[in-house]
């Protein structure tokens, strides 16, 4: 994939980053990672500092780095390009990390679909321990011995949610966890675990070889630093591009060549899908955030061909814990075929719309509450797009869709109650929220 523009990874040197730190305490470790204002890639944005900070305070004796390369946002690309490009500051930034919590073991959980980078991942990993910057005694230092091994995931977009990541990684099936405790305290073998994302890794080696004043000089108050972008769909230059926080999104799509565009899914199929009036909202957590993934749809584009293709997609990857997300999907999918079709009734839009809006507080991981997302966009911006008029019925259609609605209504009541349970019972069930 074309990288489009300067990426500052390219003019980090190798290793700068990890002698910086390594000079340090690594509670100033931990500090400089707060100062930098370093928030997650992997699209949560949870401030990495404070979540290494959990994990250095928490009891365990094997404390575990996990790099998360799972990757399997539709639309978003840029880890890999951050693997196969500059897989030493990755590395780094993971030891980093093992120095700052006091772990002694790290795990790359590589997407399935990568499996063609690992052997160049291992001979980069046998080089760092050749040089002395992996394994035992590290740079030198008597008391620090840490070491990185990849493991492969099976091919399950769930599995990039780091509580199924880690069950996946213990052999068991890859379901999220009932979150707290959070990994940091209970992770991977029971015992606190930071889990990062390849990018967040990167911007770590590059804050200690640049300093965290340099990240925390760029982009905006709530979000400092720069974010790599991977830009698809209906543009002339796609590929990966850096821009810093607070980049509007029409800057982004002039320079990707994709100004005309109907819409845009920043996020991916869990984002939402900007409509051009807003093209000048910034990309930033404080406005419109994004893990990485920019999908631009010109306009030729059926939209609820869109929105099918991606309900189709969380149909298919729910793990199928919870009801909601796992028959929410399904009524949505069913529901869109039926919009193409011009029979959904302005009262079934509306049930899904409210069926939407309960998979986002009822479900119980970020899948489940962001898979309705590109739906509702669609609804809200372009209600134009969905054919009104049912079209015209014979007896057998009406008598099976009143059935199907009435089944319909009970599940949707169910959930309008749980969701209700769920809001009174938990003021922080906030979509995407990790640590
Ligand atoms: C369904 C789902 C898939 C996810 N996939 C990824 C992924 O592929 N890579 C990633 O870094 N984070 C992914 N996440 C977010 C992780 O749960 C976690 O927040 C992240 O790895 C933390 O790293 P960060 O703080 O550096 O962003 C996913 C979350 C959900 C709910
Ligand atoms: S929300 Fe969906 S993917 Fe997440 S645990 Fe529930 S069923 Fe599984």
Redesign the pocket.
């Known amino acids: 994939m074309t990288i489009r523009n300067t990426i500052t990874f390219a003019s980090i040197p190798t290793d700068k980053g990890l002698k910086a730190a390594l000079e340090k305490e690594p509670k100033s470790v931990i500090n400089d990672v707060i100062e930098s204002g370093l928030?997650?890639?992997?699209?949560?944005?949870?401030p990495?500092g404070i979540?290494w900070k959990f994990a250095a305070k928490a009891e365990g004796a094997q404390k575990t780095v996990i790099c998360?390369?799972?990757?399997?946002?539709p639309g978003?690309f840029k880890?890999r390009v951050i693997l196969a490009e500059w897989p030493d500051l990755v590395f780094e930034g993971m030891t980093i990390a093992a120095y700052a919590i006091g772990a002694s073991s790290g795990i790359v959980y590589l997407?399935a679909e990568y499996a063609y980078m690992r052997k160049m991942l291992e001979e980069c990993l046998e080089k760092r321990r050749q040089a002395g910057m992996l394994g035992a005694k590290i740079a030198g230092k008597e008391d620090f011995s840490f070491d990185i091994h990849i493991h492969m995931g099976s091919g399950a977009?769930?599995?990039?949610?780091?509580?199924?990541?880690i069950e996946s990684l213990e052999g068991k099936r890859g379901e999220?966890r009932n979150r707290p405790p959070f990994p940091v305290e209970i992770g991977y073998e029971n015992a606190p675990t930071i889990?990062?994302?390849?990018?967040?890794?990167a911007w770590v080696s590059a804050i200690f070889a640049n300093g965290s004043k340099w990240f925390k000089g760029a982009g905006t108050k709530e979000s400092p630093g720069y974010k790599l972008m991977s830009i698809s769909g209906d543009v002339k230059l796609p590929g990966v591009y850096e821009f810093p926080f607070g980049t509007t999104l029409s800057t982004i799509l002039e320079a990707a060549g994709g100004e005309d565009a109907k819409a845009v899914a920043v996020g991916g199929a869990?984002g939402t899908l900007v409509p051009p009036n807003n093209f000048a909202c910034k990309i930033c957590f404080e406005d419109v955030p994004t893990?990485g993934s920019i999908i631009v749809f010109g306009k030729n584009r059926n939209l609820l061909d869109v929105a099918e293709n991606f309900q189709e997609f969380f149909a298919d990857?729910s793990c199928g814990q919870c009801t909601i997300c796992r028959l929410g999907n399904v009524k949505l999918l069913e529901g869109i075929r039926l919009m193409k079709q011009g029979q959904c009734t302005d009262q079934h839009l509306e049930d899904l719309c409210s069926l939407g809006a309960s998979m986002q507080i009822a479900s119980k991981?970020?899948?489940g509450?962001?898979s309705p997302n590109v739906f509702l966009s669609v609804v809200k911006h372009f209600r134009d797009e969905i054919p009104r008029h049912p079209v015209a019925e014979n007896d057998d259609q009406k008598t099976e869709k009143a059935k199907s609605s009435n089944l319909f209504q009970s599940v949707v009541q169910l959930f309008r109650t749980d969701a209700d349970t769920a809001k009174n019972n938990s003021g922080t069930n906030k979509k995407?929220v990790?640590a």
């Open positions: 928030r997650g890639c992997g699209g949560a944005g949870f990495t979540k998360n390369a799972d990757e399997g946002e978003t880890d997407r977009y769930v599995c990039g949610e780091e509580s199924a990541l999220p889990v990062n994302n390849v990018e967040s890794l869990s893990g990857e991981c970020g899948l509450q962001t995407g990790s």
